[in-house]
């Protein structure tokens, strides 16, 4: 207030001096005064009774749009009624401000002119238009480059205006204040240090306004510096190099790599394209595929580990500045192998078809194997099946011989297919397999086998001459010539005649064949061998013992040897018509000489005169009494005996026996006493004595037959073989029937003849005892005496 006061009385003093000459009172008050300070008592400046002030109606009179001030009629003083502000001064025309007033009175009227000059305080700070300042400086302005900053405003004048301007620390920037023509500061920003806008791309300046007041006051605005990029900064890959496995057969499409090079420029400088260098390979670029934009380099063609292990390539990254800047990598792809390659077999010699008589260790082929893959997968076995006669031994890295291990047989197994079966060690593992079919050639080392070693072939006698008997087929497992055989029948001579007078043998196919009839009568058997030859070089051969067995036919018809009578004749018995019943008439005999089967005789009677007298046993044939004769009965009876055989068909023969009865014993004894005495019936003791006898002549003929049979199936190749059993029968049948003194009579020629001994010939027919035989029904002429005896059952006849 005091201040104020001083203001007064200087601006009084002044309107003093003034009003002398201009009439006009000036008054000089700070702004911003608060309401209701006194500026200055008008009543005392203009010497005005204060009493009267109003009465004479005293008024302020304010050339303004407001009223700041007023005037108290009581007191006479000018007073603030309005805070007033300078720097919004209504009548403001400079930098000064002046209030102009009329103090206007009336009785008389007067009117005085009053000057209120505002002075200024500092009370504003320095102000800028923008709180920002955004500045854009290339990275390559030259350092000592100057850019004009926005002033600072301050409101206030004179000393209380903006004086000087500061600038927050940077060692990039300074700035240097500049004086207008107005007076006014301004502040230029200067370049003290390159930029680099990869280093700081913003910076952040505080620049300060301050007046020269007191206190002083100051503004703040914010400097931002952009600094603008140039492409001065080439693009970088995160890495110099790169090491990359990946597995062969990768799929295409599928990602190697992702490169990733960095541009620290900005905006079109640090937009970077991928590419290859030319120092890449076409066949790199053919195999991968790079993406210009996101430097992806993916799987473009079929990896094979086999074909390349390791790519190499160059990648250039260039940026599109309008000088454009590159960096570059090299890529190193490792191709690893996998186990995609099956193992391969090459067959380098193969020797078939071989002889079957290989030698062991003998080198059949010669097998070599590789794989393509690496490490384990690259390693491989050779194998071949275990149940061969080869085994596989290796000569030198990956080859391998397969030789014979075992004896080969082509009878046995003729060829082999050999599987050679490689596998490698992968996971999982690969294999492969290539098969060769070794053939054998045969050897002649087998002999011809019969299926049998002994044949029994059994011949109908009576057979057609040419009749094929049997086929006597050899097998010989070789093939081609030593596989033909030829048939031959060995040599011997049996009763001065050669088999092959006897047989014949097709030496092609083995047919056996009879060259003449046979006659079970004459020949019974034949024991030979026939051998089969091979063609092969040298020729192998076997033989097998054929025996021939003569099956009898019936072919000859029953003869009846008692009792006998000449060809045609009625054979005339008399008996004692005193006869009892059962007594034995008489006893018919029928010899066959066909075999046991077909000789086996039954007697039937064919016509009898009276059926109730007489009975015929079927077996024997003796004909016994049934009753004893009648009167009624008639004298001579008539008798006709069937003897049939048991073939078929059947064959037979029949006997006319003529019965008469006598009326005493003594006659028809008389009657039958032709006979001379040797010849009665045979005692019991000769009967006993000629079976013993005949007992051991049989044994003795059968021990004799056995021996010989034994000695011809006993085989002598140094000598000659003995007589065969059928040889020895046929001598001797034939000794026996030359020894024979056969009659006309056809009965006698059919007789069974089965030994001879010292002159005698023994015919062993069993004779029922009591039988009786008449002298004259031996035919005349043949020698023959009739020695039987009634008690004896053997009839002995003396040659």
Known sequence: MQSHTRYVALIVLFSIVYHTYASVTHYSIPEEMKEGSVVANLATDLSLDVKTLNQRKMRLDIIANKKYVDVNKETGELYIVEKIDREHCPTKMSASCYLKLEVI?????????????????????????????????????????????????????????VKTYDLSESEHFNIEV?????????????????????????????????????????????????????????PTFDKVSYNIEIMENSPIGSLVVHLNATDLDEGSNSDITYSYSLYTSEKTQETFNLNPITGEITVKGVLNYEDFKIYDMEVIATDKGANSLSGQCTIKI???????????????????????????????????????????????????????????????????????????????????????????????????????????????????????????????????????????????PDLHENQYLVYFILEKEVANTSMSMLFSINPENGNLYALKTFDYEIEKEFLFHIEARDSGSPPLSSNVTVHIIIVDQNDNAPVIVSPWRAHGSVVEEKIPRSTDKGSLVAKVIALDTDSVHNSRITYQFLQVTDATLFSLDQYNGEIRTMRMFSYRDPRHQ???????????????????????????????????????LEYDIFSDLNLYLVIGLGSVSFLLLITILVTIVLKCQTPKPSKAAPPCRNSLLSERNSTIADSTLVSNDAYWYSLFLAETRKGKMVVRQPVPKGSRYIVSSIPRGTGLTDTSDSAASTLQVRV
Request: no cysteine; hydrophobic share 35%; net charge negative.
């Open 105 to 161: 009175l009336e009785n008389p009227l007067r009117i005085f002119n009053i000057e209120l000059e505002i002075l200024d305080i500092n009370d504003n700070a320095p102000q800028f238009r923008r709180d920002a300042i955004h500045l854009d400086i290339s990275e390559a302005t030259p350092i000592g480059e100057r850019f004009s900053l926005s002033n600072a405003v301050d409101p206030d004048i004179g000393t209380n205006s």
């Open 334 to 476: 490792i191709v690893e192998d996998m186990n995609d390659n099956h193992p391969e077999i090459s067959i380098k010699s193969f020797q078939s078809p071989v002889n079957e008589n290989i030698e062991l260790d003998t080198v059949i082929a010669v097998v070599s194997v590789s794989d393509k893959d690496s490490g384990d997968n690259g390693v491989v076995d050779l194998h071949i099946p275990d149940n061969m006669p080869f085994k596989l031994r290796e000569s030198s890295d990956n080859y391998y011989e397969l030789v014979v291990s075992e004896p080969l047989d082509r009878e046995k197994v003729p060829e082999y297919d050999v599987t050679f079966t490689v596998t490698d060690r992968g996971s999982p593992p690969l294999s492969d397999n290539e098969t060769m079919t070794l053939e054998l050639l045969d050897v002649n080392d087998n002999v011809p086998q019969f299926p049998q070693s002994f044949y029994t072939i059994r011949v109908m006698e009576n057979n057609a001459p040419g009749a094929l008997l049997s086929s006597l087929t050899a097998f010989d």
């Open 178 to 234: 500049q004086t207008g023509r107005d007076g006014s500061k301004f502040a230029d920003l200067i370049l003290t240090k390159t930029l680099d806008r990869e280093q700081k791309a913003v910076h952040n300046l505080i620049l300060t306004a301050v007046d020269g007041g007191r206190p002083a006051r100051s503004g703040t605005a914010s400097v931002i510096v952009h600094v603008l990029d140039t492409n001065d900064n080439a």
């Open 638 to 676: 008539r008798l006709v005996v069937i003897a049939k055989d048991n073939g078929e068909p059947a064959l037979s023969a029949t006997v006319t026996i003529k019965l008469s009865t006598v009326e005493t014993a003594v006659k028809a004894y008389s009657d039958l006493t032709e006979v001379p």
